[in-house]
């Protein structure tokens, strides 16, 4: 099994950034796509980027340009560099894992969520 622990959420001005970190442990060499999703109030979960082993990224449309998603594969760590905060940005965020498809029996992962807000 894999397990998840974000940090770095909080309080922020609108313009502002923040960094977030997840780091897993347990069976870590499992891993493929690690990402960030954000869940809002009255909202739906939804996709902010994506991270494969290999270092290919996707984003959601409405962060394009403004967040950066790397990790350290050594560190077993994904980090979600956000600039340029909006208001909308206001949710709760959370670390996702996903396992190679050659370990069917370690499931996904999901880590316990950090609130990020943003004042506008």
């Known amino acids: 099994q894999v397990q998840l622990v974000e940090s770095g959420g909080g309080l922020v001005q609108a313009g502002g950034s923040m960094r977030l970190s997840c780091a897993a442990s347990g069976s870590t060499f499992s891993i493929n796509v690690m990402g960030w999703y954000r869940q809002a109030p009255g909202k739906e979960r939804e996709l902010v980027a994506t991270i494969s082993h290999g270092g290919s990224t996707n984003y959601a449309d409405s962060v394009k340009g403004r967040f950066t998603i790397a990790r350290d594969n050594a560190k077993n760590t994904v980090y979600l560099r956000m600039n340029s905060l909006k208001p909308g940005d206001t949710a709760v965020y959370y670390c996702?894992?996903?396992?190679?498809?050659?370990?069917?029996?370690?499931?996904?992962?999901w880590g316990q969520g950090t609130q990020v807000t943003v004042s506008s």
């Open positions: 996702n894992a996903e396992p190679f498809s050659g370990y069917p029996s370690i499931p996904g992962a």
